[in-house]
């Protein structure tokens, strides 16, 4: 549930609350570098992709054991949904993230760099993993 308007709390919460209901429709996170919020607004942003696997290997890569990576990458997939269907319902202009349509009624995310890193960390939190936003280790692993 990233709460909006886009503070990186915001998406601290949205990871904190738990997961909600969601139903596999967004394919990839697409991670722009830099703080460029207009980044973001390009119709196909630049930057790496991550699927539910890549990203269960990402935290696998930073020492999570396969269950509690499993659980952290649902987690981190359910609050960017929940913070797409909060912000749809609210019609509000989404500055944290972007929402891009993909096919068969599919979507893929893009949202910052210093965002992603932080909803990881927060939601790696949850599983009394303590994985640092700024850590050195979480950077050479999301490029």
């Known amino acids: 549930m990233l709460t909006l308007p886009a503070t990186n709390t915001s998406v601290a919460s949205a990871a ?9 429709r967004i394919l990839f996170l697409v991670v722009v570098s830099g703080a460029d919020v ?6 196909r942003p630049a930057g790496p992709r991550y699927t539910r696997d890549s990203l269960r290997n990402l935290l696998q890569l930073l020492g999570c054991k396969p269950r509690l990576a499993y659980k952290i990458m649902l987690a981190v997939f359910q ?15 989404r500055k944290t993230f972007q ?7 599919k ?21 009394s993993y ?7 280790e979480l950077k050479v692993a999301c490029r």
């Open 107 to 127: 979507v893929y995310v893009s949202l910052t760099r210093a965002d992603f890193m932080l909803l990881v960390s927060t939601c790696a939190a949850q599983y």
């Open 99 to 105: 929402v891009h349509p993909h096919r068969n009624g």
């Open 38 to 43: 207009d980044r973001l607004e390009e119709p």
């Open 130 to 136: 303590k994985i640092s936003p700024s850590s050195d």
């Open 79 to 93: 609050a960017v949904d929940q913070a797409v269907i909060n912000a749809r319902q609210q019609r509000i202009s």
């Open 16 to 24: 904190a609350a738990g997961p909600g209901n969601t139903g596999n």
